[in-house]
C-alpha cells in the first residue's frame, strides 16, 4: 500500500509549498554561507550535494506531513473510547467493516467495542486521502473507505443510499455510521480511479467532451427526480432541517415544507440593525412557485 499522500489534497499542496519556501530560503544561505567564508570554493560540488538530498528531503516532510495526519486521527479516536455513542447519529455498520475489525482484534465483541479497539491501528495504518481543516477521508483497506469528521455524516450516508435507489449515477455504497463524542465517523466502499483534477491535462479534447457529457447527464438524472408534494425540504433523514451560508452557517427549525417557507428562513438571521422595509423588499423579489 502507498504510502504517500496524494497530491490532489488542497491542504497537502498547500503544506508542501510552504515546506519548499522554507527549504530553499535555509538552501539559499547555505549557498550564500558557503560562498562568503571561501569564494573560490568549488560550487559544482556544492550544488551537486543540494541537488541529491533536495528530494529526499521534501520526500521526508511529505511522510512527516501523512503520518501526523494520521496519528491525529488516531489519537482522537482513542480520546473517544470512553465517551458515549449517540444512537440518533447511528447507523448499522456493515459486516465488512467488521469483519476486518474482527481480523484486527482476533476475537469477537460488540460493535462498539470492536470500533473502540479496532479503528485506531486501522485509522494508523491507512492511506490518508484528502484532508482538510479537521476532516480526513482514509482509506482502511482496498475496499473501505473511513470519512472523519466533527459534524455528523447521517445525512450523507441517506443521500448516498438515496442516490443509489433513484439513480444510475455510480457513487460509494454506504457501510454504516456511528457518532462517537463529537466525531462522526462514515464508512463507504473505496472506487478506486484518478481524480479529474489530476488526468484532465493529459486527456484528449474528445475524452475531455466525454467526460463532461457524462457529468451533464448525470446532474440532468438528479435534477428530474421530483420533490414529493407535503415531504419536509431539507435532509432526507430527521430532523428535516435546511441549511444555509448567506452570511453565517444557519439550520431552520425542523419540517419546511413550502419553497415560501423556506424563503422565509433565508431571511430569518439578517445583518444587525437591518430595516424590516429592506427585508420585506427582499422577500417581494423571492418567487414562491419554484420547482423543488
Known amino acids: 500500500m502507498s504510502r504517500t499522500l496524494p497530491p490532489t489534497s488542497t491542504s497537502f499542496q498547500q503544506t508542501m509549498k510552504e515546506i519548499r519556501i522554507n527549504l530553499n530560503k535555509s538552501i539559499s544561505r547555505k549557498i550564500s554561507k558557503a560562498v562568503e567564508m571561501d569564494p573560490s570554493l568549488d560550487m559544482e560540488a556544492l550544488l551537486k550535494d543540494i541537488v541529491e538530498s533536495y528530494p529526499k528531503r521534501l520526500s521526508t516532510a511529505e511522510e512527516d506531513y501523512r503520518i501526523g495526519i494520521l496519528k491525529k486521527a488516531r489519537d482522537e479516536s482513542q ?35 470492536l470500533l473502540r479497539a479496532g479503528l485506531p491501528s486501522l485509522i494508523d495504518s491507512g492511506r490518508c486521502l484528502h484532508s482538510l ?15 472523519v469528521s466533527p459534524i455528523s ?3 450523507e450516508s441517506h443521500l448516498l443510499n438515496y442516490l443509489i435507489e433513484h439513480t444510475s449515477i455510480p457513487v460509494p455504497t454506504p457501510l454504516g455510521h456511528v457518532t462517537i463524542g463529537h466525531l462522526s465517523y462514515l464508512f463507504v466502499t473505496y472506487i478506486p480511479g484518478d481524480t479529474l483534477k489530476t488526468r484532465w491535462s493529459d486527456m484528449s479534447i474528445q475524452q475531455n467532451i466525454t467526460i463532461t457529457n457524462s457529468l451533464d447527464e448525470m446532474l440532468k438524472e438528479m435534477r428530474r ?4 408534494e407535503g415531504a419536509p425540504l431539507g435532509t432526507l ?17 425542523p419540517d419546511i415544507r413550502t419553497v415560501a417557507s423556506f424563503h422565509d428562513f433565508l431571511l430569518s438571521d439578517p445583518y444587525p440593525n437591518t430595516s424590516s422595509s429592506y427585508l420585506r ?6 418567487k414562491d412557485d419554484y420547482r423543488v
Open 133 to 147: 481543516a479537521s476532516r480526513q477521508i482514509i482509506q482502511l483497506t482496498h475496499k473501505i473507505v473511513l470519512k
Open 79 to 113: 480520546r473517544n473510547e470512553k465517551r458515549p455513542v449517540s444512537q440518533a447519529q447511528h447507523q448499522p455498520i456493515s459486516s465488512t467493516v467488521l469483519d476486518v475489525l474482527r481480523d484486527k482484534q482476533d476475537q469477537t465483541e460488540d460493535t462498539l467495542s
Open 237 to 253: 433523514c430527521p430532523p428535516h432541517v435546511c441549511k444555509h451560508l448567506v452570511r453565517a452557517l444557519s439550520i431552520s427549525q
Open 281 to 286: 423588499w427582499l422577500r417581494s423579489l423571492m
Open 225 to 228: 427526480i421530483c420533490h414529493a
Open 153 to 155: 455524516s447521517v445525512g
